[in-house]
């Protein structure tokens, strides 16, 4: 009984501490610790650490525009062309909505049926006014409303390791497709 007393305490003692198993710690300077709620395509609502695990290509967008959004949009897709498939399910490559009010889940689902983009590594996420100007801070993406249909916005494409923790950036319309590839192939292959 006085072992198993003592036993007892030291459990205890350890679970005070406040450490936890280094592998589950979520980085400081990442994503995950973000605690808004999103909505994907399909109307499921979820945290941005429940997309911890995988590799993330993120670009933000807003599915009525008719400038530089195709453009990154048509990047998305070069970058994904060029995963390589064996790491393709340890990627996620999402397209962040800053128009929330526009872009519904059933808008964005639309907009991934008509782009092709319905693969399980494709995932279109929106979330509140609030929410998405704290995720574009954290990017360093600036937008702002400049009226009712139109938006005037960073072109920025980023990757962030299956931690969330950022290990690249793209910036512009002509964003260098095979450098982000090479950098989320790395990556993947690294965390594997």
Same mark, same amino acid.
């Given at each position: ?68 959004? !195709?453009?990154?949009?048509? +990047?998305?897709?070069?970058?994904? %062309?060029?995963? /390589?498939?064996?790491? *393709?399910?340890?990627? &996620? ?11 519904? !889940?059933?808008?964005?689902? +639309?907009?991934?049926?008509?782009? %092709?983009?319905? /693969?399980?590594?494709? *995932?279109?996420?929106? &979330? ?16 702002? +409303? ?47």
């Amino acid at each position: 009984m006085k072992y198993l007393s003592i036993l007892l305490s030291v459990v205890f003692l350890a679970s005070c501490t406040g450490k936890k198993n280094q592998s589950n710690d979520i980085p400081s300077d990442s994503i995950f610790n973000l605690n808004s709620v999103w909505q994907n395509q399909d109307g499921k609502s979820l945290y941005l650490k429940d997309l911890q695990g995988k590799t993330l290509v993120v670009v933000m967008i807003y599915t009525s525009c008719k400038a530089a959004c !195709p453009i990154l949009v048509a +990047k998305m897709k070069q970058i994904e %062309k060029k995963i /390589d498939r064996k790491y *393709i399910d340890n990627v &996620s490559l999402i397209l962040v909505s800053i128009d929330p009010e526009i872009d519904t !889940p059933e808008r964005l689902k +639309k907009f991934a049926k008509s782009n %092709k983009m319905e /693969d399980k590594q494709w *995932i279109f996420l929106r &979330s509140d006014e609030l929410a998405t100007q704290e995720f574009a801070n954290v990017l360093s993406m600036k937008y702002k +409303k400049i009226d009712p249909v139109d938006f005037s916005h960073s072109n920025i494409i980023t990757v962030f390791n299956p931690n969330g923790k950022m290990v690249s950036q793209e910036q512009g319309t002509e964003i260098d497709v095979e450098s982000v590839a090479t950098k989320v192939n790395s990556t993947a292959q690294m965390f594997r």
